[in-house]
Structures are given as C-alpha cells and as structure tokens.
C-alpha cells in the first residue's frame, strides 16, 4: 500500500507541475502562481477538515513543524526562482534536485536509518539520471550566467531550506497522534503569508487568472504532499524522498515530448533509463 500512495504522491506532483508550466506559458508570474497554489492548498485542506469533522489537533509540536515547513519551503521556493533568473538553467536544476539527499542523511544521522545496498545504488542511479536529465535540458541560452556569488548564495540557501519541509514531513509522521490534515493546513498557510507578505510589499496584486491555475495547482500539491506522507509511515526516507524527487522529473521529460512537442537530447532518454532503474531497484529493497 505505501508504494501505492508513492505513486499517488508523484501522480499529484506531476500535475502540479503541469498545470504551473500552463500557467507560465500564459504570462503568469512564478510568485503569483505560487502564492496561490499555497493560498488554496490551504483552504482546500480547511474545507476537508471542517466537512469530515475531524479534530485540528493543534498541538504544540505538530504547529512547529508544519509552520516551519511551510515557512522554510516558501522561502526555499522563491530563492530558487531567483537563482534560477541569474545562473545556469541546468547546474541549477540538477543541484536543485539533490536536495532529496537532506532527510536521507539526516534520517541516517538522527534516526538511525539502515542503508542497504541496493538503496545506496538506487540513489545513485536516480543521482546520475536527473544530472543527464538537466543537462539535456541546458540549451545555450540557459548556460549564460552572471553574478556568481550571488547565484550561489541562493543556491546554497534553496538547497538547505528546502531540506526543512522535507524533514518536517519525515518527523511529523514519527508522531504517535497526528492529523495529517491539520499538519497540511498550518504547513500551506504558513508558506501563504510568506508569499502574500512579498506579493504585498511589491504592490502586486493576484491576477484572476493565477488563481484559477493555482486552484488546479493546489489540488496536484495537496495529494502529493498527503500521499507523500502516508508512504513514509510505511517507507523509510532514503527510499521515499528520492523516488519523490526522481518521479516528476522523469515524467516531466515525457510530458515535454508527447504534450509541449519538445525536443531533448540523447542524454535525457539515458538519464530517464538511469532514474527508472534506480528506482525499480529502491523497490527491492
């Protein structure tokens, strides 16, 4: 059952993905279209909670990780995006999407997860995978860069901050007692008044047509978070997070060719082999 709720997890990440890229495509700026996917994620998980009439359970510990969560992953998505508008288009993605190796180490630290063999070759391949993934994605456009520093200093605090939400997640189901939506509601809220704050200070006001994409978004984002959690009370963190990581990318590649008519070099095809089977082998742990 936890593989399947992995799958479900990638499944509502997929169209999450899908639907900013849509958005996008229309004009719509990345922070508006994130700060409403937060928005209505939020009140889609408050809808849930108030129609099923379950308890909020706001205990202590449950709203320091999901405010902390939601926080850290608003913060990490923004500096991302800036990152992403100054440095290479794919250094950034690939480093970007390490950032599954910060629950695995700290699970491996802090809660004494057991690596195997085939884990660590598996994390391995989906390692190699997405980095032929990316750098097949790299055009000469996207391979200008300036103002180094400053990219890496965004980098560096994407990469750190984004490991927040993921731990948070991780530690959040290690609780005996736990309303997952509770949990998914003050994490999406939290990560909402970071974004409305910023869209407020710059005087920016949210386009109609954000919130329609960002009501799709929100629906993709609520299931992937959800089911992410439920395969971690079954899955440990060096299979869960890195097969999350590795699965959208994978069917981003695909969605590319058979959807946007998009054309990506060898390397991506290999790069998809690659992740594929590290995959298959996560499973047979």
Known sequence: MSWLFLVLAIAGYVAMN???????????????????LFALASLYCLLILIFSGQSLNFTTT?????????????????????????????????????????????????????????????????????????????????????????WLIFLIAT??????????????????????????????????LVFLIYLFVKKVRLPRQALSFGALAAAGSVAGNFFTMRALAGLPEPVVFP????????????LSLA?????IKPAAYFGIILGLAGIVLLTLK
Request: hydrophobic share 55%; glycine share 10%; net charge positive.
């Open 18 to 36: 899908l639907v900013m890229k849509l958005g996008s495509l229309r004009g719509l700026n990345s922070s508006e279209l994130t700060g409403s």
């Open 62 to 150: 449950v709203v320091l990780l999901a405010v902390a969560g939601g926080a850290g992953g608003a913060v990490a998505y923004f500096f991302f995006l800036q990152a992403l508008k100054i440095g290479s288009y794919a250094l950034t993605i690939s480093i970007y999407t390490m950032t599954f190796l910060n629950p695995v180490i700290f699970s491996i630290i802090f809660w004494d997860r057991q690596v195997t063999t085939l884990i660590t070759l598996g994390t391995l391949l989906i390692i190699a995978g997405i980095i032929l993934i990316s750098l097949a994605g790299s055009t000469p456009e996207s391979q200008k860069s300036g103002l180094f520093l400053k």
């Open 159 to 192: 990469f750190f901050l984004t490991g927040i939400p993921q731990i948070s997640q991780a530690a959040a189901v290690r609780l005996a007692e736990i309303n997952l939506w509770s949990y998914l509601f003050i994490t999406f809220l939290a990560g909402a």
């Open 243 to 254: 097969v999350i990581q590795a699965g959208p990318i994978i069917a981003a590649v695909i």
């Open 259 to 263: 959807y946007f008519k998009e054309k």
